[in-house]
Every structure is written in C-alpha cells, then in structure tokens.
C-alpha cells in the first residue's frame, strides 16, 4: 500500500486522513506533521496514523505528498523538501492551497517533479467534499488516476484547467462559507420571526441539507426545483421577489469575482 505524507495537519489535513483511514487506507502508511504536541498526540489516538514534527522525515519515502499549509509557505516549504524528495522513487507532490501556481511549485522542487495542484473543500471532513486537481507537466496519466483514488476517499474528483482554478475556488472551495452565512441569516430571521433558535437551528440545518441532497442526486437545474415549489401568488414567491430585489444574484456575482481576483493575487 502506498505511503502518504500529509505536511500541516491542520482541518484540511485531518480531513484527508479521516476519508482515508475510513476508506481502508492502513493508518501506518498515513504519516503527518505538526508543530503542536497536543495535536499530534490527538491525531494518533483519533486515527492510529504515524505523526512527526520532521517535515523531513516524513517525506522520505513517501509515495504522495500532500502539502496542507498556509499558501504564503507552500513555495518555502517545497524548496525545504526538494532535494528529500528527490531522493524517493517518483514521488508525486500535491498541494491543497489556494491560489499556488504549478509553475511556481515545479520551480521549488527538483526538475521533473510530478506536481499537482489541488483545490479542496471543507465538506471533506465528512466525505462530502469536492477536489478539483489540476497536473503539472510531469504528472503521468497513471499518477493522476492514482492521485484521484486517493482523493476520492473524501469526496468527488474533477481535473480542471489551470486557468479555471481561480474560478473553481469561489464556487466550490471558498463556497462552503457562502451557504454557512445563508444559514446563519436564515437561523436569526426564523428567531425574529417568533421561533425558538434551538428550533430554527433544527430548521434551518434540515432544510439547507436537504435542499442540497435533492439538488444533488436529480438531474433538474435548480431554476426547475425552485419553480416546482413556487405556487403563483403563493407565500415562496413573495419571498423570492424580497430576494431578487434585494440583488441575491448580483452579490453573489460580485462574492464570485471577488473571491477568484483575491485567490488570483495570492498566487502572486
């Protein structure tokens, strides 16, 4: 079985070792790194993986190395690692940041370098996540199959364009918040409107979730679902027409670019 080396075991990078080890992956060829003791600790116990505070070591070995830290230290943290990786046999390196561009991940480590690029969401801590992968130049077909398996322990698997991740970001990775603050606004105005907030929670959650399972799993655009529960002159509509003329569809345009120029600029 192959081994994985998850760098920065932060949320994304816990997320990723829950889908695996759920999957059947043997924890003791999962190993990650992190700064923290406690968390490190808490790690093993919660998963049975192996953990060390030694990028280094980590990786040596590794079949896959999932970088999981804050863009700004991808770059640095590759160049750190180059020549540790060089010295594996094919070594395939991914990394799960925004707005870090191959070119400037295949420049950080040695020439010829499998390197992919990959946006993930937060709903990958429960398997619902969605991975969109985009290979560098050195990635074989084989590795990128192999990549994708591996991901889609934790959700579902896309290879996109380079020039379409920016975009990718503000409709899946950065989305999840989007939905959160929908909710959370739902949740308040359900209180304002005489609910109890334990009941307007239970409300709210239910609903965004089933909306979500119901877009999901039928082939009808959401225009169709919307209008199959708007009666003319009915209570939904007057709720839509609130929405619409408060500009519902030209925030969320302007949420979209504002969100793909933003990971655009921390790509440098």
Do not use: W
């Amino acid at each position: 079985m192959s081994t994985i080396a998850i760098i920065g075991a932060g949320n994304i990078g816990e997320a990723l070792i829950s889908g695996l080890v759920a999957a059947g992956h043997d924890p003791k060829s999962v190993i990650a790194t992190n700064r923290t003791p406690s968390r490190s600790k808490y790690l093993e116990n919660e998963y049975g993986i192996r953990t060390t505070d030694d990028n280094h070591a980590a990786v040596s070995g590794a079949d896959y190395v999932f970088v999981c830290v804050k863009p700004p230290q991808v770059v640095s943290v590759l160049s750190e690692l180059a020549d540790t990786i060089d010295k594996n046999d094919s070594t395939v390196v991914a990394s799960l940041a925004a707005g870090v561009k191959i070119a400037d991940m295949e420049e950080a480590v040695s020439a010829g370098t499998p390197v992919i690029r990959i946006m993930a969401n937060t709903p990958m801590i429960v398997g619902a996540g969605m991975n969109a992968c985009t290979p560098g130049r050195y990635v074989s077909d084989q590795q990128m199959d192999e990549v994708a398996e591996v991901l889609s322990a934790v959700g579902d698997v896309v290879v996109v364009k380079e020039d379409q991740m920016d975009a990718v970001v503000a409709v899946s990775g950065s989305a999840p918040a989007y939905y959160f603050l929908f909710t959370e606004a739902l949740i308040d105005a359900g209180v304002q409107a005489g609910l109890p907030r334990d009941l307007a929670l239970k409300l709210a959650k239910s609903t965004v979730a089933g909306a979500g399972a119901l877009l999901s799993q039928r082939d009808d655009e959401p225009a169709t679902l919307r209008a199959n529960i708007s009666s003319p002159g009915g209570s939904t509509v007057a709720a839509l027409r609130e929405l619409e003329e408060s500009g519902i569809r030209g925030a969320v345009f302007r949420a979209v670019e504002a969100c793909a120029r933003r990971s655009n600029e921390l790509g440098g």
